[in-house]
T-cell receptor
Framework: GIQVEQSPPDLILQEGANSTLRCNFS?????LQWFHQNPWGQLINLFY???GTKQNGRLSATTVATERYSLLYISSSQTTDSGVYFC???????????FGPGTRLSVLP | DGGITQSPKYLFRKEGQNVTLSCEQN?????MYWYRQDPGQGLRLIYY???????QKGDIAEGYSVSREKKESFPLTVTSAQKNPTAFYLC?????????????FGNGTRLTVT
């Protein structure tokens, strides 16, 4: 099956810093989503982005499907950005989302 | 507001008992999913259903069962055959096939079996 890798596994930032999270996948995908899991376990949709670039406030994402990666940018980070960020993809020949292992982000005040 | 409701938020059971987790959605989505998350880990697919009265096993279906009698409901039963049932369980839905529609999640149920 398709392999999904995320880097870095852990990231610690000071409030106000910028960061880039990366998601690599091993084969062609039809679909890609970024999620934020807050400390209470709630999974929040950030971006539905099979290709191209999208922005939502301080967050933006870019997927380059032909090169099999996606990037999530967080600017001017806030303590509420803390949590785990997951990338999930649907393989061209698959039937369901496959999740990466996540990047755990801690933003310090 | 439309959404996915999982209940209860916390559930405690004795070993050897079956337990059923509820998942209801009012988004009019065709597809529904159950995921399991262990501490510090990613999400693994237990079962999914693309239409009413039909469901398929995911990657870790052993020890679990589901039903899809109504479009809006997809309950998960954790049976006594599941060897390590303590985990965080997340229900999700999508408008149609995951090929071209995003996943939406409920808030999860934390199950503890002792």
């Amino acid at each position: 099956g398709i392999q999904v890798e995320q880097s870095p596994p852990d990231l610690i930032l000071q409030e106000g810093a910028n960061s880039t999270l990366r998601c690599n996948f091993s084969d062609s995908v039809n679909n890609l989503q970024w999620f934020h899991q807050n400390p209470w376990g709630q999974l929040i949709n950030l971006f539905y982005i099979p290709s191209g670039t999208k922005q939502n406030g301080r967050l933006s994402a870019t997927t380059v499907a032909t090169e099999r990666y996606s990037l999530l940018y967080i600017s001017s980070s806030q303590t509420t950005d803390s949590g785990v960020y997951f990338c999930a993809v649907v393989h061209n020949y698959g039937q369901n989302f496959v999740f990466g292992p996540g990047t755990r982000l801690s933003v310090l005040p | 507001d439309g959404g996915i409701t999982q209940s209860p938020k916390y559930l405690f059971r004795k070993e050897g008992q079956n337990v059923t987790l509820s998942c209801e959605q009012n988004l009019n989505h065709d597809a529904m999913y159950w995921y399991r998350q262990d501490p510090g880990q990613g999400l693994r697919l237990i079962y999914y259903s693309q239409i009413v009265n039909d469901f398929q096993k995911g990657d870790i279906a052993e020890g679990y069962s589901v039903s899809r009698e109504k479009k809006e409901s997809f309950p998960l039963t954790v049976t006594s055959a599941q060897k390590n049932p303590t985990a965080f369980y997340l229900c999700a839905s999508s408008i149609s096939s995951p090929y071209n529609s995003p996943l939406h999640f409920g808030n999860g149920t934390r199950l503890t079996v002792t």
